[in-house]
């Protein structure tokens, strides 16, 4: 078997707005979005829902946070994105209420297919859903899913699903210990 990249197609792929939509919002994030100081959350969540991001109550966003598509983008009520975070927004992410994203995670809902020769597009969705925290450096695969009150620890590598209240750690990321006992639930 051979790689070939110049058959490489994603003809298929639907950004999901015009190209001209899609620079204009890379332009504004790079300067009026970027160049927001500190406290600005208002002017950012402004931005973003501006194009087409669903942004809930009382939402803070760093300035540094990176987003490919904000129209792919849902965050709830009260959550944090912290510097440097990237949403790798190919596909749709959901954040939920309450959740923090640490700073310089990378939530990537895109990928490519090994097995193809021609090194197809691969994107699926990523969920995270209420009071969940992915901590510093954190890296999310297409397809995951962080649930309820469940913690990806500082550095890991998500690969897979993480279930409710449930601490996971490493590279890839596997059951620690749960994040609170039954009796604080």
Known sequence: MKIDLSRYNQ???????????VLLWWFIQGTLF???????????????????AKVGKNVKIRSS????????VTIGDNSWIGEDVKLYSLDEIYIGDNCVIS?????????????DPYFGLITKPIIIKDGAWVASDV?????????QLAVAAA???????????EIHA???????K????????
């Open 65 to 72: 946070a990176k987003f490919t598509y904000p129209w792919k």
């Open 11 to 21: 003809g298929w792929y639907s950004r999901g707005r015009n190209g001209a939509i």
């Open 34 to 52: 970027r160049f927001s100081v500190h406290n600005m959350y208002k002017w950012r969540n402004f931005l973003l829902k501006l194009f087409g």
């Open 103 to 115: 700073q310089e995670s990378y939530l990537c809902t895109g990928s490519h297919d090994i097995k």
């Open 178 to 185: 749960y994040r609170f006992i039954e009796e604080e639930l």
């Open 170 to 176: 490493g590279s890839p990321a596997r059951f620690v």
């Open 155 to 165: 550095r890991s590598t998500v690969i897979k699903d993480i279930p409710e209240n």
């Open 139 to 147: 890296f999310i695969y297409p397809g995951v899913t962080i649930n």
